[in-house]
């Protein structure tokens, strides 16, 4: 068991690692947290938590599965997490992945590198929820949960 948590928290680390492209984000914008837009769920922001801690395989009142999209960005990645996962280190956040992973079989976040993407994946999966800059979101999806810049 000990050998299996390991290299499944080594296998989830090109989902938490940093790219070293150019930052897409600005700490001065708001990010807000997008579905489909034919996703009418309830979602709180401790459903959000929840989600990106990878401690739920669906949502709550519509029979979906979710999908997590991400912007691999390190700065927008880390505001998120300040915002929703404020109490969690970054181990904590993979370690809570590995678990799940594993233990509830929910999928690991869909990696991409740039907003457009992370829209277009969300388009085509009815399940499909992540986060980006204000400034990147389209009529293409819907806004659940707006995080104001400090």
């Not at 997490?81 to 678990?99: G, M, P, R, V, Y």
């Not at 991409?112 to 399940?127: A, F, M, R, W, Y």
């Amino acid at each position: 068991m000990q050998k299996l948590l390991t290299l499944s928290f080594f296998s989830l680390m090109p989902f938490f690692s940093y790219s070293l492209e150019e930052p897409i984000y600005d700490a001065s914008s708001d990010i807000v947290v997008v579905v489909n837009q034919s996703n009418y769920s309830d979602i709180t922001r401790s459903n959000i938590r929840e989600i990106f801690l990878g401690k739920r395989k669906g949502y709550s009142k519509v029979n979906l599965f979710l999908t997590i999209y991400m912007v691999n960005d390190p700065v927008l990645i880390d505001q998120f997490n300040k915002n929703f996962l404020a109490d969690k280190t970054l181990f904590e956040i993979q370690s809570s992945w590995a678990k799940n992973l594993y233990t509830n079989n929910v999928q690991p976040p869909v990696l991409v590198s740039k907003p457009s993407q992370l829209i277009n994946g969300i388009t085509l999966d009815e399940g499909g929820i992540g986060y980006l800059p204000l400034s990147q979101v389209t009529n293409d999806v819907r806004i659940v949960h707006v995080i104001k810049s400090e």
